[in-house]
């Protein structure tokens, strides 16, 4: 056994190049076309590979490798698993990849350094998924709508969902969605389509007046959006990135990433899309309203 697995470290497939996509960005939501990235690079004679972070959509709204990936990560732990309780990664890949011996290399390695889930954590990640489709419906309709008001909002500096037709990329947000995301989108009785909002998943970034002391208020004034870190369980989360998930990035950096101190992210749950929306607003005017 050491010796054939000597033998898959010394013929590994030469993997110099990678272009590593996160789409949409954390926490600016942020987005990147992946056909565009494919095109460009397709023009070279060696070109890199394309693996693209899809925690953020999931596979309900979207499917990178039908969009020119080469390979998709996913953090288990968000919505794939969907009820924050486990801790695990993913990778996919294609068949051409599987005969080009990166898998086997790369499954050495997990094998060797110990990243191997356990039986349980699997069956977790399991029930998670056959609820995948339900729940990424209902955080995006969730979501949208909280989006909406705090679009309305005269206590909001600006607003950040892909979903929303005000949204800079909005064309290419609707150019990543799933084939099946984008059916059950326009048969909404809405009509969503291109032009329109439409639900894109369930996280949402904005920027409150008043910077950060408004922000601490608002995050301390929410009764449904609980303040962690985390993201994509059933239930709704707020948290503050320039003090929590990006707090060890300089203040410059986290400046020039958009990262400001008003910043707010939003993991929009599943529970009652009225009771959310209310939710938000009464922690706006508590947060902004004792500024003025």
């Known amino acids: 056994m050491f010796s054939h697995q000597k033998i898959l470290i010394l013929n590994p497939i030469r993997l110099n190049k990678l272009i590593w996509i996160e789409t949409p960005t954390n926490p600016t939501l ?55 309780d486990v801790v695990m990664g993913a990778l996919i890949f294609p068949d051409t990849l599987f005969h080009m011996g990166l898998v086997t290399k790369l499954r050495f390695l997990q094998n060797a350094i110990g990243a191997v889930p356990s039986a349980y954590d699997s069956w977790l990640v399991q029930r998670g998924a056959k609820t995948l489709a339900l729940r990424m419906k209902a955080h995006g309709t969730n979501a949208l709508a909280v989006a ?18 005000s949204h800079p990329r909005h064309h290419i947000a609707w150019e990543s969605l799933s084939p099946h995301a984008k059916k059950w989108i326009e048969g909404l009785p809405e009509h969503f ?33 609980a303040l962690a870190e985390s993201l994509g369980g059933v239930e709704s989360l707020a948290e503050h990135p320039a003090k929590m998930t990006h707090g060890s990035i300089p203040p410059a950096e986290r400046e020039k990433l958009g990262i400001s101190d008003g910043l707010i992210r939003l993991s929009v749950g599943i529970e009652d899309e009225d009771d959310l929306v209310q939710d938000v607003l009464q922690a706006l005017e508590k947060a902004v309203r004792h500024l003025v």
Do not use: C, Q
């Open 193 to 225: 389509s291109s032009t329109t909002d439409f639900p894109y998943s369930g996280m949402v970034s904005f920027r409150i007046k008043g910077g950060l002391e408004a922000a601490n208020k608002f995050l301390t004034s929410t009764r449904l959006f």
């Open 30 to 84: 942020r987005l990147i076309s992946i056909p565009s990235i494919r095109a460009h690079i397709s023009k070279l004679d060696d070109p890199p590979l394309i693996l693209v972070d899809n925690t953020f959509l999931s596979p309900f709204y979207s499917s990178p490798l039908l969009l020119g990936a080469d390979a998709v990560l996913h953090s288990l732990t968000k919505y794939m698993n969907g009820h924050s």
């Open 148 to 165: 909406r008001a705090l679009k309305d909002s005269p206590l909001v500096e600006d607003i950040i969902y892909p979903g929303l037709a």
